[in-house]
Antibody, heavy 119, light 105 residues
Framework: QVVESGGGLVQPGGSLRLSCAAS????????VAWVRQAPGRGLEWVSI???????AYAASVKGRFIISRDTSKNLVYFQMNGLRVDDTAVYYC???????????????WGQGTVVTVSS | DIQMTQSPSSLSASVGDRVTIPCRASQNLAGYLHWYQQRPGKAPKLLIY???TLQSGVPSRFSGSGSGTDFTLTISGVQPEDSATYFCQQTYTTPATFGGGTRVE
């Protein structure tokens, strides 16, 4: 499973670091993605850290957010800088078990952590 | 970026109906198309991956089909607990975009 933490209220222009704690698998061997959902809106794929070390970002966050991992702690981080009001959302951490890995689907999701950007 | 289109954004059904939810991609996905169910206040749940493979534990009334750019999620004999929003997602390339969702009431 995965468990997110680190959400909260932050002013526009501020920073937050989300954490995704993995249990039952090693983050070094699985891709881990962040997906967000603004209030009343649909799902938005935001970023991914592949097992081999490659990363990718949505255009809306590229250059502001950074995904990283600490294999010794089995954690994936999401550093969010230059936060904007429209970054307000529930942020989910998700990964794929061995069965779905060949197609990069997400079958293990956390409960989400709420990020609110407001003055 | 690949655009994923889901229309309609909502639909109504009666218990036992056969419900079809379409999803269209702006380019060929080579089968890298997945379906998720999300109930209010809950995290999404994977239903179908790779266009048509049923995720373990998902009722067999759910099925997926399609190819190229056009895909469909079918619920054969919809149940009250199927009231939720359904999202398609492509992972053919990053960003791995989601469709806007179809709410089934």
């Amino acid at each position: 499973q995965v468990v997110e933490s680190g959400g909260g209220l932050v002013q526009p222009g501020g920073s937050l670091r989300l954490s995704c704690a993995a249990s039952g698998f090693n983050v070094s061997g699985h891709y881990v993605a962040w997906v967000r959902q603004a209030p009343g809106r649909g799902l938005e794929w935001v970023s991914i850290f592949y097992s081999a070390g490659a990363t990718a970002y949505a255009a809306s966050v590229k250059g502001r957010f950074i995904i990283s991992r600490d294999t010794s702690k089995n954690l994936v981080y999401f550093q969010m800088n230059g936060l904007r009001v429209d970054d307000t959302a529930v942020y989910y951490c998700a990964t794929g078990s061995t069965v779905v890995t060949p197609v990069d689907a997400l079958d293990v999701w956390g409960q989400g952590t709420v990020v609110t950007v407001s003055s | 970026d690949i655009q994923m289109t889901q229309s309609p954004s909502s639909l109504s059904a009666s218990v036992g109906d056969r419900v079809t939810i379409p999803c269209r991609a702006s380019q060929n996905l080579a089968g890298y198309l997945h379906w998720y169910q999300q109930r209010p206040g809950k995290a999404p749940k994977l239903l179908i991956y790779g266009t048509s493979t049923l995720q373990s534990g998902v009722p067999s009334r759910f099925s997926g089909s399609g190819s190229g750019t056009d895909f469909t999620l079918t619920i054969s004999g919809v149940q009250p607990e199927d009231s939720a929003t359904y999202f398609c997602q492509q992972t053919y390339t990053t960003p791995a975009t989601f469709g806007g969702g179809t709410r089934v009431e």
